[in-house]
């Protein structure tokens, strides 16, 4: 089966596994159907899907992780510490051992179609099963602490990475801010960080990408989160010598890069 053929074969699962989206309109363009495929992923409630549907589906992503670069710690320089690293770009393309993604307090995703965020972006290059394994951790989650039970702010979840050319996935929940900036919102986000880097050396994973945790719909100020980012994984690393490799501190907009880049 070529790219194109995959593609329109998932578009007609998708469709029909959706119900309510069975008469979307898909296009004719190939951009077209890429972002009514990735707007149906979106929506899709966590739930089994047909063995010919996912090994279609994970042979798309795949390709379409290659299509997109995929990026190895080794073509990343080091900043002046050399255990750290700045990468502007897409975190779905790095070759690591984790990335970081910045989660809301459900840990299944965002459902808005075609969202920029980079809950949406992890979610869709994964592949539902990402969605059908964050589901199922919560589901014992519940069972032991309450069908209302939502995941705290700076308690990591630890996933496979799925089609995503990272190893593992680690979903965090990052402070939202409301109103001004609080001592606890401070302490709050580098707990995401400190939390985040105990998780990862507790299973052997020696590079690890960080996005921009909580400065987003967050509203967490991009200044003081970087400060904070970079001055608690650096205390991390002095404190845990040799447990992590690498860190890399992911941006994707330019204005984030420069805050960055003031600091390493």
Known sequence: MTQQQRLDFLLERFKEDSGEYRNLRTGNGVEEKRRALRSLMNVRMPGDMDAETLAAQDAYLRERAEEKGVVTPDRIPPASDPRLSLWQGDITRLAVDAIVNAANSQMLGCFIPM?????????????????????????????????????????????????????KVVHIVGPIVEGSLTGENERDLADCYRNTLNL?????????????????????????????????????????????SRVIFNVFGDRDRAIYEKLL
């Open 115 to 167: 969202h920029n965020c980079i809950d949406n972006c992890i979610h869709t290059f994964a592949g539902v099963q990402l969605r059908g394994e964050c589901a199922r951790q919560m589901n014992i989650l519940r069972k032991r602490y309450g069908r209302d039970y939502e995941q705290p702010t700076a308690v990591p979840m630890l996933t496979d990475a799925f089609n995503l050319p990272a190893k």
């Open 200 to 244: 990862c050396a507790e299973n052997g994973l020696f590079t690890v990408a960080f996005c921009c945790i909580s400065t987003g719909v967050f509203r967490f100020p991009p200044e003081r989160a970087a400060k904070i980012a970079v001055g608690t994984v650096t205390d991390w690393l002095d404190a845990n010598p040799g447990k992590i």
